[in-house]
């Protein structure tokens, strides 16, 4: 093995109920959200202040630190998510190892980071998962309260995507046997603040994204995951408009910025949702986005035709099972619109 793995159980109580998994099928990755807090303080903090939420695993530079028996369960996801349940057949809780990158103070990213991948290659191993279908963020859960685990990699320059692809290689050379695949494991590491001008690859098109999401179109090449003139002029626009220094460069401060705006501002949806109360028997336009909206939401209401009928609140209904804070009335009204929003940015 390439690493240790420190088995370190909490004591029974709130943060660990003792309650066994019965089939382990994904990975919920996290961060702390808490820069500086190690994998030890992390343990610490559970078995002493027992809150009502846990995680299995905290990995900082140091320790790969199980607190939790992995054929038990934690509690690191909410319940009343639907994503896990729609994706997975399950709560996260019920059949998904949690696992939290310590990050930031005196923690190395990298060294973190390669723990972090390696033990996720480690789980995909043992419980013989898929590494492109079964491991998930907890942001992709709960949009719309959580950011981890991209939060703590996007500081360091490490996109989803290339967390996802560091994990299947380090999968492949350690628990695979094969050897014929290339250095690095972590290629997402190597990335370093700031990106600029005539840097490329899955960073700098998550950047861009997030510039045309925060109001700073790229006309001429959208997101091309090149970092030429153009994006280059947009970071000194939106540098200038949020009064941090201009020089076209993304280094901390601007990533924070722009990470802080895009989360606050509704992505653009190809699903406007009208505002409103609509029920059985209305007819117009409105109608018809939610409709579309429902589709794309996979509670087909068959006729995209503008007539609120009884499909059309069957589907309704079905969407509003989903979630306990709604009632399953078959009414659209603000609540349902805001969980259908949440759930649109979540695809
Ligand atoms: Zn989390």
Redesign the pocket.
Known sequence: MKYEITRDYISIGNSRSGQSIQNVQFI?S??T?NPGSSAYGNRNYFENTNPTAS?HTFIDDRYILEIIPLDEKAW??RYNVSTDNRRYGANANDAAI?V?LCYGGNISFQEAYKRYVWYHAYLIDKFNLDPDEDIIG?SMLDPSR?T??QNAMNRYGVSWNDFLNDVEQAYRKYFEGEESLPEPVVGGASVQLPIGKGDSGEFVRDIQKDLIQAGYSLPAYGADSVFGSETERAVMRFQRDYNLAVDGLVGQQTLGKLKEVTSASKPSTDFPLPGGILQKGDEGPEVKQVQRALKRLNFDPRYIDGIYGSLTEDAVARFQSMFSALDNDGIYGPNTRRFMEMELEDM
């Open positions: 919920v996290h961060d959200g995680a690191h996801v949690g939290e907890h959580r981890d685990p």
